[in-house]
C-alpha cells in the first residue's frame, strides 16, 4: 500500500503563489508517477500536472502550464505542486495520486491523497 499526505493548501490573493507538497509513505517503489489533480465545487476531478519519475516524463494541463511546475524529491519520497500566478478559477480541491507504468491524464491513478484546499480570492 502507498499512503499520500498532501499539505500546503490555503487562501491567496489572485496573482499569488503557493507549493503544495504530497509525501508518499509504504511501498515507493509503486510510485514512479505522481500526479495532481484537482476538483472545484460542482465540478469533476481534472486532472493538473503529472511526472514520472524513471524517464522525466511531464506533461500538464493547458490551463496550468506555464504557471504550474510539478517537480519530485526522490531522497523524501515527496511531489511538489509549484503554483504561480493564481486566479480564482484555479480555487478548489488539490489531490496528489500515483500508479505504476504510464503517465495518465485520466484519474486512473491507484492511490489517492485527502486532497487539501486552496483558495483564490479575486
Known amino acids: 500500500q502507498v499512503q499520500l499526505v498532501e499539505s500546503g493548501g490555503g487562501l491567496v490573493q489572485a496573482g499569488g503563489s503557493l507549493r503544495l507538497s504530497c509525501a508518499a509513505g509504504g511501498r515507493t517503489d509503486r510510485t514512479d508517477v505522481m500526479a495532481w489533480f484537482r476538483q472545484a465545487p460542482g465540478k469533476e476531478r481534472e486532472f493538473v500536472a503529472a511526472?514520472?519519475?524513471?524517464?522525466?516524463?511531464?506533461t500538464y494541463a493547458n490551463s496550468v502550464k506555464d504557471r504550474f511546475t510539478i517537480s519530485r524529491d526522490i531522497a523524501k519520497n515527496t511531489v511538489y505542486l509549484q503554483m504561480n500566478s493564481l486566479k480564482p478559477e484555479d480555487t478548489a480541491v488539490y489531490y496528489c495520486?500515483?500508479?505504476?507504468?504510464?503517465?495518465?491524464?485520466?484519474?486512473?491513478?491507484?492511490?489517492w491523497g485527502q486532497g487539501t484546499q486552496v483558495t483564490v480570492s479575486s
Open positions: 511526472n514520472r519519475w524513471s524517464d522525466g516524463v511531464t
Open positions: 495520486a500515483a500508479r505504476w507504468g504510464s503517465v495518465q491524464r485520466t484519474a486512473n491513478y491507484d492511490y
